[in-house]
């Protein structure tokens, strides 16, 4: 059950990746140059209240530097990115193990 759920979340993230890249894809052609939105960006445009909730809350539950280090860097990168490598992580963990029936065990 919990295989499913990664893998769920997984299937989700590729989802909003293959559409944040499409958008990015449609900018840089209709510009003629390489387009890409930073996550922070695409963010706040969906929905900035989320967004100063999610730095407020940061800031009052761990270190306020751990925004400006971590969370702004992370935020800066491309939003296609940043939810690709979402989905790698959430496929490895929700991954079925290979089966070792009928090898040699070393």
Do not use: C, H, K
């Not at 690709?84 to 079925?96: D, E, H, S």
């Amino acid at each position: 059950m919990i295989r499913f759920l990664f893998r769920l979340l997984a299937m989700v993230a590729l989802t909003v990746s293959v559409i944040m890249a499409v958008l990015d894809a449609a900018r840089s052609v209709a510009v003629s140059a390489l387009v890409t939105t930073p996550l922070a960006v695409s963010w706040a445009s969906v929905s900035p209240e989320t967004l100063a909730s999610a730095q407020q809350a940061v800031a009052e539950n761990l270190n306020p530097l751990a925004w400006d280090l971590v969370a702004a860097n992370v935020l800066a990168l491309p939003g296609f990115v940043v939810f690709a490598a979402l989905a790698l992580l959430f496929y490895a963990i929700g991954r079925r193990p290979e089966r070792q029936s009928g090898r040699l065990a070393v």
